[in-house]
């Protein structure tokens, strides 16, 4: 009997040792979780910032001199430039000769105006003698006969008409006026530039406006920007 109640309470101090450990065992675990470091990978987010140093903006000097004593270093360089195109030329028409006049002697020396718009696919020659468009396949043109470079006509009220039928009828949403210019044309202002031995290589544009004379439509000359001075110039060219 006493064999019995010994093995009784041996029983349960084992069990309640093992209770005890096995609390202890919980305790120590949660202390363990809560000090120990995540060993979760943390994805770092880089963030790039392209600095751009703002360059000072050239100063524009105004050089007074003419073409006629402008020293000028580089002409030699205008042999490369023979062959090539010419700096872009900004000249006012509506000043002295008015849209009308303009496009009709830019037309008789072979320039031609067209509408483009919704892709080069769009493209109508204006007809200024019957005010219509005329659908124009642009591989019928010989482009090698006219400059690479169109111009863009803007803001002209002249133009509004062909504008509109451009919408209303072929239904072009953002319809241009373009003019495309003969190179014979471009090859008569070269010749000119050439005699007064601008530096065409640095020149970045022209400036000057159209006016009529006795001899016909004039182009004149009287601004040239070269590396990025503006010089007065003084430039004459009939280009009837």
């Not at 990978?41 to 105004?62: A, C, D, L, Q, S």
């Not at 006219?146 to 009220?157: A, F, L, N």
């Not at 008569?188 to 007064?196: A, N, V």
């Amino acid at each position: 009997m006493k064999i019995q109640q010994y093995v009784k309470l041996s029983g349960t101090v084992l069990a309640a040792c093992l209770l005890i450990l096995i609390i202890y065992l919980e305790r120590n675990k949660k202390i363990q979780q809560k000090e120990a470091p995540s060993k979760k990978n943390i994805k770092e987010t880089k963030v790039y910032v392209n600095i751009i140093k703002e360059k000072k903006p050239k100063t524009r000097k105004t050089n007074p001199a003419t073409t006629n004593n402008v020293k000028l270093s580089d002409t030699n360089n205008n042999k490369e430039i023979i062959k090539g195109e010419l700096p872009p030329i900004s000249a006012n028409y509506r000043k002295y000769v008015g849209f009308n006049r303009y496009s009709e002697k830019m037309t008789q020396i072979g320039c031609r105006f067209f509408v483009i718009g919704n892709g080069i696919k769009n493209l109508y020659e204006i007809d200024f003698n019957n005010k219509a468009l005329n659908k124009t396949i642009i591989n019928t043109l010989k482009t090698e006969d006219y400059s690479p470079k169109s111009r863009m006509i803007t803001g002209e009220p002249a133009l509004n008409i062909y504008i509109n039928a451009a919408k209303e009828k072929y239904n072009i949403d953002n319809p241009e006026i373009i003019l495309l210019v003969p190179k014979k044309l471009e090859r008569i202002i070269l010749k000119k530039l050439l005699k007064y031995n601008l530096p065409l290589k640095k020149t970045s544009s022209l400036k000057g406006y159209y006016k009529l004379t006795s001899t016909g439509m004039v182009l004149k000359l009287n601004k040239a920007i070269i590396g990025g001075i503006i010089n007065n110039i003084d430039i004459e060219i009939n280009i009837d």
